[in-house]
């Protein structure tokens, strides 16, 4: 996927503002039991106008009846973020921050004709995050997605998001060759490091074309419940080729045993709220 950043040209943030317009008239209009507010506007702009969902706050601006920009507002203060129009057609749907010139910004990005929500954060704009969303005003992080180093770029993890904040890891990438993969239970959290749950350390390689991470090259398959190997091999792009058997990490039996259970047991009940990745990295959890 292109890392190319959609930017706003400083040129339209005064029209993407609405600044300069004058009303000309504003009056209200029910359709289908919803009430709206349609606004006109005088001089250069007398060719355009805007109708507001009073229940939602959406907004849509039209321009010689073709829609030219939509986007959300509450309490009179835009939210989330904005779709640019062109001849009709979505050409890009962006956050205000990107106009507000601010170091974080978010857009939604066409992938193999899928939109994703691409988040941008740093002194660099960075790319922090690729993968889904909730909708295209709030763009809050829902559903599968990658984390990226704000600093180097390096992708961190792949995983479940629920209201903006990680919720369960697929894959964790340890560095550039040594990635973790977990077996995750559906509508739980494993940010928490002991409901966490490893299947398998080693080698990975990257598909470009399906935008996924595989095993790849040496690596091992971890028992759930000892955390210790089980299996060692090699895999090609996700298929294990070559494998000989392991007994608690050791290639001959009875040579050690495992405490993983009584940890995993000690959090059976335990629950906590991570918000955002630094507060994931930090996380520490103390047993007694």
């Known amino acids: 996927?292109?890392?190319?950043?959609?930017?706003?040209?400083?040129?339209?943030?005064?029209?993407?503002?609405?600044?300069?317009?004058?009303?000309?008239?504003?009056?209200?209009?029910?359709?289908?039991?919803?009430?709206?507010?349609?606004?006109?506007?005088?001089?250069?702009?007398?060719?355009?106008?805007?109708?507001?969902?009073?229940?939602?706050?959406?907004?849509?601006?039209?321009?010689?009846?073709?829609?030219?920009?939509?986007?959300?507002?509450?309490?009179?203060?835009?939210?989330?973020?904005?779709?640019?129009?062109?001849?009709?057609?979505?050409?890009?749907?962006?956050?205000?921050?990107?106009?507000?010139?601010?170091?974080?910004?978010?857009?939604?990005?066409?992938?193999?004709?899928?939109?994703?929500?691409?988040?941008?954060?740093?002194?660099?704009?960075?790319?922090?995050?690729?993968?889904?969303?909730?909708?295209?005003?709030?763009?809050?992080?829902?559903?599968?997605?990658?984390?990226?180093?704000?600093?180097?770029?390096?992708?961190?993890?792949?995983?479940?998001?629920?209201?903006?904040?990680l919720f369960q890891i697929f894959q964790e990438f340890q560095n550039e060759s040594v990635m973790i993969e977990y077996e995750v239970e559906k509508e739980k959290e494993n940010v928490t490091v002991l409901n966490r749950h490893p299947v398998y350390e080693g080698g990975y390689v990257y598909d470009e074309k399906k935008d996924k991470y595989y095993r790849n090259g040496r690596g091992c398959l971890i028992n759930i419940n000892t955390g210790m190997g089980e299996t060692e091999g090699e895999w090609t792009k996700g298929v294990l080729t070559t494998h000989s058997q392991l007994f608690n990490g050791w290639e001959e039996k009875g040579m050690d045993v495992s405490f993983r259970s009584v940890a995993v047991k000690s959090v059976t009940d335990y629950a906590v709220s991570v918000k955002g990745l630094n507060e994931w990295k930090n996380l520490v959890v103390s047993v007694r």
């Open 1 to 165: 996927m292109s890392n190319s950043k959609l930017e706003v040209k400083e040129k339209n943030a005064t029209a993407l503002l609405l600044d300069g317009y004058t009303s000309a008239s504003c009056a209200k209009v029910t359709c289908d039991d919803v009430e709206y507010e349609v606004t006109t506007f005088q001089g250069d702009h007398k060719d355009e106008y805007m109708v507001k969902e009073l229940k939602t706050g959406r907004c849509q601006l039209f321009c010689k009846g073709i829609i030219t920009l939509a986007w959300m507002v509450s309490g009179g203060i835009r939210i989330g973020g904005f779709t640019l129009y062109e001849k009709g057609k979505v050409l890009k749907t962006e956050s205000w921050d990107t106009v507000k010139n601010r170091r974080n910004c978010r857009y939604l990005e066409k992938c193999d004709n899928v939109l994703i929500l691409v988040v941008r954060s740093g002194d660099n704009s960075r790319i922090v995050y690729r993968g889904g969303f909730d909708n295209p005003y709030s763009m809050k992080r829902e559903g599968e997605g990658y984390a990226y180093d704000e600093t180097s770029g390096r992708v961190l993890l792949y995983g479940v998001w629920k209201e903006d904040q």
